[in-house]
């Protein structure tokens, strides 16, 4: 590789060639280690995390106050409104961002920058649309909100990529854990005694300072390159599918996600039907509690998974994953049958690994797509993915008993580690 006005000059062949290989040569991999850390000052992956987790506490800042917003105004129609508007919102703005190409084509960092300043402005605005006064106004910048997300969670991935040609799984192991972590930090400060605005101003004033060190303490980093300045092209976007092993990468995502999002939001129906069933009225045992936990325990699952990747690669830690939450998912109503305590410690393995693959399957993703088009190809598979988490959301609203609810989601996993297996792990089998 050739360094040239900072960012690196890669062939054709190298950017489309499987690069989760970095168990195959350990002694190269480990060279190639010490000779990043060399050039990458030590607080950039700092730096990163701290943004990212700045970033994504707007995600459900909404959600914890909405008991605070007015609940005597709001219908439970509005209220699915007012819920799902962020997830639309986001889901909106990786589309475009994909697009146009935005991550490649222009700085990622400042793009970091400019949306996390953007959903902040957007969130603190809140407290002026009451639903009283305007709940299309409340679900607008929701919805925005979820829009400017897009320049945060998946952008931040982009720049980690840009800074680490070894060991990514491990860096994005920290994001995502940030991101969990981040997104359930509003459920916190919320335990603090304060008005929901002031709440509200202050996941903004976070977000806000995330973007600011982002923007000004992170550079670019050496192995970014940058995209098509000629504006909208489709075509990059159906060129990145050629690639059978991007592609691979892409469908294993989505199967992951047909889980992830839905067992984190049927989670505290299943354990309220559960407590009921089982008695249970300490405080401990809450259906809240038990869900901050569960998803919060995922920020660690992150991290030892994105460690677990310099040894075993990206592959092999994302199909482990997505096997022991797949085995869940089929060992789920017998869980139900267990005692509270079988119940809980199944449950906080599941909450770890049903996201400790998300990191991986990213880093799988920028692996197999062309330094120039890294941006698009982790916006555009996290787009599809989070339209698929609606489907699966929506498919646990049918009339079926809480003990038999994560059943449905099982071909997720299946999916996913058939597509895994077939194209990566296969391949390093042969």
């Given amino acids: ?160 990529a840009d800074w680490f040609e070894t060991g990514l799984g491990k860096a994005l192991g920290w994001l995502v854990g940030a991101l969990a972590v981040g997104s359930s930090f509003p459920f916190l400060l919320r335990q603090i005694p304060q008005s929901w605005e002031a709440l509200i101003w202050e996941t903004s004033g976070i977000a806000a300072v995330g973007g600011l060190v982002i923007g000004f303490l992170v550079p670019d980093g050496p192995y970014r390159k940058a995209g098509n300045m000629k504006g909208l092209d489709p075509s990059v976007i159906c060129t990145l599918f050629t690639n059978r092993q991007f592609a691979a990468a892409a469908i294993s995502y989505w199967g992951h996600m047909w889980e992830l999002y839905a067992f984190w939001t049927w989670t505290p129906v299943v354990w309220e039907a559960y407590l009921n069933e089982n008695a249970s009225n300490s405080e401990f045992w809450s259906p809240s509690l038990v869900t901050f936990l569960v998803i919060a325990v995922g920020g660690l699952g992150c991290v030892v998974g994105g460690y677990l990747s310099l040894r075993y690669g990206s592959a092999a830690v994302a199909f482990g994953s997505l096997a022991t939450s797949g085995a869940l998912c089929l060992l789920s109503p017998l869980l139900y049958m267990a005692p509270l305590g079988i119940m809980f410690a199944a449950y906080l393995i599941w909450g770890m690994a049903v996201v400790a693959d998300s990191p991986q399957f990213s880093t799988l993703v920028a692996q197999t797509a062309p330094a120039e088009s890294k941006g698009t190809a982790l916006t555009i598979v996290n787009c599809i993915g989070f339209t698929v988490t609606i489907g699966s959301i929506q498919l646990l609203a049918i009339p079926l008993p809480e003990q038999y609810l994560f059943l449905l989601l099982v071909p997720g996993p299946i999916i996913g580690l058939y597509s895994l297996w077939a194209y990566h792990l296969r391949d390093q089998d042969s």
């Fill in 1 to 160: 590789m050739a360094l040239e006005d900072g960012v690196v000059a890669e062939t054709t062949e190298a950017q489309n060639s499987h690069k989760d290989a970095e168990t195959s040569n350990p002694t190269e991999t480990s060279q190639k280690q010490q000779q990043e850390q060399v050039s990458r000052p030590a607080y950039i992956l700092p730096a990163i995390v701290a943004s990212q987790f700045a970033g994504t506490a707007l995600w459900f800042a909404g959600n914890a106050v909405l008991p605070e917003l007015g609940w005597d105004n709001l219908d439970d129609s509005s209220l699915g409104y007012l819920t799902s508007s962020v997830q639309f919102g986001f889901i909106l703005g990786t589309f475009v961002f994909a697009l146009l190409s935005i991550a490649d084509r222009f700085l990622p960092t400042k793009v970091f920058a400019l949306c996390a300043l953007a959903g902040a402005a957007c969130n603190a605005l809140l407290p002026v649309c009451s639903p009283s006064q305007s709940l299309a106004g409340l679900i607008v910048l929701r919805l925005t909100t979820g829009f400017f997300l897009a320049g945060i969670y998946p952008v931040g991935m982009k720049v980690a």
